[in-house]
């Protein structure tokens, strides 16, 4: 349970950062800019649970796109 909470508050977030940066810009966000930042971090979380997370998910957006100590791959980037 505790997993799905997470991926629930990551997913929350995202969607509020994809509305604010767009925003931002002067335009209303789209639902496909929404579905592809939502796709980028669930692609980072699953990359990141089956490399270095022990089948465990990243507990926020920064540790995915933070360089990883072992491998120097950082699975999401700022403008995905």
């Known amino acids: ?3 799905g ?3 629930v508050v990551i997913v929350a ?3 509020i950062v994809v509305w604010q940066a ?6 209303r966000p789209s639902g ?4 592809r930042a939502l796709r980028a971090i669930a692609s980072a979380q699953s990359e990141y649970a089956a490399s270095v997370g022990h089948a465990g998910y990243a507990g926020s ?7 990883c100590a072992q491998t120097g791959k950082t699975y999401l980037s700022p403008t995905s």
């Open 5 to 7: 909470a997470v991926a």
């Open 1 to 3: 349970m505790r997993r």
């Open 13 to 15: 977030i995202a969607v």
């Open 22 to 27: 767009r925003l931002q810009r002067g335009g």
């Open 61 to 67: 957006l920064a540790a995915l796109a933070t360089p």
């Open 32 to 35: 496909a800019q929404a579905i």
